[in-house]
């Protein structure tokens, strides 16, 4: 089993070919930040705020004022780092990606669109915009499609090689979120299976109201095709969707997504976003369980998440609780592709889970290691059903 993919609906944001920015809250130019190629869920890294299948590079971090690009280049190839950390990228990560990361960086050095790609991004940082910046990340990203594959190798080395040295989580404290400019999104949703990749196909994906614990009365129904995709359309909220998407069909878990984002607007304000959500079978989600020596309840829900820094770089290092959680839950965190019983926090993966949740309404919170309080998000849990999101830093 491939336990190193994202857990049930746990997201990855493509834009087709754009990247994305987290906006600083004080609407300065953002330092770029270098999400990886392990941030694709078919790669199985980080969910939001991911880099691209062009080889992008999710945006900086709220929170930091007058930061302008960042051109801080590793000493192998000399090409740039795009750290997740502001203003600048630090020594700790340079030193990390030259130390783990050198034939990666190498590679792109010599790959002019490689190169050429990075240094256009992280000029793109300067636009305070979000919508600026996804704008001009794709020109960037479709002038060098070329160099996808040297970029992705380096940037997925740097998540999974440098996760912990070069994650920040600098903008709590100064998190915002703008109201969204529309009252509804439309974006294109693609399902995959959690262990395979292969498309989920005759899904059913409905709109639920979040006050609607049993989607009763879905705003908008919709059946996936033959690639497992759909065109869906939601209400909007300050957070992104002012609604959860349930997800059904034959063979799979139900899951009840709740799609997060470090900065909702820009994902879901780009131009022509996709959100691919991996989709746990019922086999692999009893093979999961079972390796982990959990027996589900069936009277009980399920949670999949990814914890994510201030850049939507996968964060590790960070426990997660569930308000309603008791003695008869537990939490799993997968630690080296494989769930642990005895790990108290997200490897560099940030993924984990919380089996056995009592149903109803319940809040997701997360902590680093030093304490700080990271995010909280909350979410509904049903009988039998898998809650799937992403913990991200909130106002």
């Known amino acids: 089993m491939r ?62 004022a007058d930061a302008g690009p960042v051109d801080t280049s590793s000493a192998c190839g000399a090409i740039p780092v795009l750290g997740s950390q502001e203003p600048q990228v630090s020594a700790a990560c340079v030193t ?29 940082a300067s636009q305070c915009n979000c919508t600026q910046y996804a704008t001009c990340a794709a020109a960037c990203a479709s002038a060098h499609a070329a160099g996808e594959t040297d970029s992705s190798a380096f940037a997925t080395c740097r998540q999974t090689s440098c996760n912990a040295a070069c994650q920040s989580f600098t903008c709590i404290g100064s998190v915002s979120w703008p109201a969204p400019a529309a009252t509804t999104y439309t974006f294109k949703l693609t399902l995959v299976d959690f262990q395979t990749g292969n498309p989920v196909t005759g899904a059913t994906v409905a709109v639920c109201a979040t006050a609607d614990t049993q989607c009763a009365n879905p705003s908008a129904m919709y059946t996936v095709d033959s690639t497992g995709s759909a065109m869906v359309t939601a209400p909007t909220a300050s957070s992104g969707l002012d609604a959860y998407l349930q997800v059904t069909g034959t063979g799979i878990e139900t899951t009840l997504d709740f799609l997060a984002f470090p900065s909702p607007a820009a994902v879901f304000g780009a131009s022509s976003p996709v959100i691919t959500a991996d989709i746990l079978s019922t086999t692999t989600f009893a093979e999961l369980t079972a390796v982990a020596g959990v027996t589900p309840d069936p009277t009980r829900g399920a949670l999949a998440f990814i914890a994510d820094d201030c850049a939507g770089n996968s964060a590790a290092g960070v426990s997660v609780a569930v308000s309603t959680a008791d003695a008869s839950s537990t939490t799993v965190y997968i630690v080296s592709g494989a769930p642990s019983m005895t790990a108290t926090a997200t490897d560099p993966t940030g993924v984990g889970a919380v089996v056995n949740v009592p149903v109803g309404s319940a809040t997701m919170s997360g902590k680093t290691s030093t304490g700080t309080a990271t995010g909280s998000q909350p979410l509904l849990f049903r009988a039998g059903a898998v809650t799937s999101t992403n913990l991200v830093p909130t106002p």
């Open 96 to 124: 990390c990606v030259d130390t783990q990361c050198c034939t990666q960086a190498m590679t792109c050095a010599a790959d002019a669109d490689c190169v050429a790609f990075r240094t256009c991004d992280a000029a793109c």
């Open 3 to 64: 336990f190193a993919r994202l857990p049930g609906a746990l997201i990855a944001v493509l834009f087709a070919l754009a990247p994305i920015a987290a906006c600083s809250s004080k609407s300065a130019g953002s330092t770029p930040a270098d999400s990886g190629a392990a941030g694709d869920s078919s790669q199985g890294g980080s969910d939001a705020a991911t880099e691209t299948g062009a080889g992008g590079d999710s945006g900086g971090e709220a929170g930091t």
